[in-house]
């Protein structure tokens, strides 16, 4: 559990949660970004090029849609929750509720623009890619909680353990004779089930109690101040 708000600590102690903070999303990107580079080798060496190529091209599509889902919210949250603790449920909550209707709208919009685009069978597997992006998003959401409360040590352990189990199990799958649904598959499945475990890591801190905010006054500020920083 969170023990310190940000705003409590002494300038040497803030330091240290902003080193630890850097070094830990570096050490998760660094080693999410190996792990995708071994396991698209072994996608290669597995796949045939066309099928390879959908793959990509299925990451690319859901994650050109990413950067509007997220909507600025970690920024959002990073600068609400290092000024004050005493309203982090209150603005924890409406940073919610403001991400979960965007995001509702921007799955809507990938969803519709995979049926208009591709055919019924290329459109279907999309679908896995769409719900993918909905995990990834609702994790960024959550780190970016931790970030703010400068309790971010666990991220790569978690980054790097998701993306690992994806590899080896979908690499296990296509030796087993599977093929392209089961690693669209498994990257729908792996971060769904990063974004449920860290949801439940979410509940734990101390101070905060998760649900949807709706005063209509916060929901507008914090969309009013979201949407430059999306765009």
């Known amino acids: 559990m969170v023990a310190m708000s940000p705003s409590n600590a002494t300038p040497a102690r803030r330091t240290t949660g902003v080193i630890r903070n850097v070094l830990a999303i570096f050490g998760a990107n660094t080693g999410a970004r190996i792990i995708r580079f071994v396991y698209l080798v072994l996608i290669a060496r597995y796949l045939p090029p066309e099928e390879v190529g959908f793959f990509l091209y299925g990451m690319g599509f859901y994650l050109a ?11 959002i949250l990073s600068t609400r929750i290092g000024r004050t603790r005493s309203d982090l449920s209150r603005i924890v909550n409406h940073s919610l509720t403001v991400h979960a209707g965007v995001l509702l709208a921007i799955a809507t919009l990938a969803v519709a623009a995979a049926i208009v685009t591709e055919p019924t069978s290329r459109a279907s597997l999309l679908m896995l890619f769409v719900l993918a992006m909905a995990g990834r998003v609702l ?3 959550i780190r970016g909680i931790f970030v703010a409360l400068e309790d971010a040590v666990w991220i790569p352990r978690y980054e790097i353990g998701f993306r690992c189990a994806e590899a080896v199990s979908g690499t296990i799958a296509l030796a087993l004779g599977g093929g392209l649904f089961a ?3 498994f990257h729908f499945a792996f971060f769904l089930i990063e974004a449920l475990v860290s949801l439940r890591r979410l509940t734990t801190v101390d101070g905060l109690s ?3 905010g709706w005063d209509r006054r916060l929901l507008l ?3 009013r101040i979201a949407v430059p920083v999306a765009i």
């Open 183 to 185: 690693i669209c598959f």
């Open 139 to 141: 994790v960024q959401w």
């Open 210 to 212: 998760l649900g949807l």
């Open 221 to 223: 500020r914090i969309f």
């Open 65 to 75: 849609f990413v950067p509007l889902a997220i909507f600025g919210q970690p920024t």
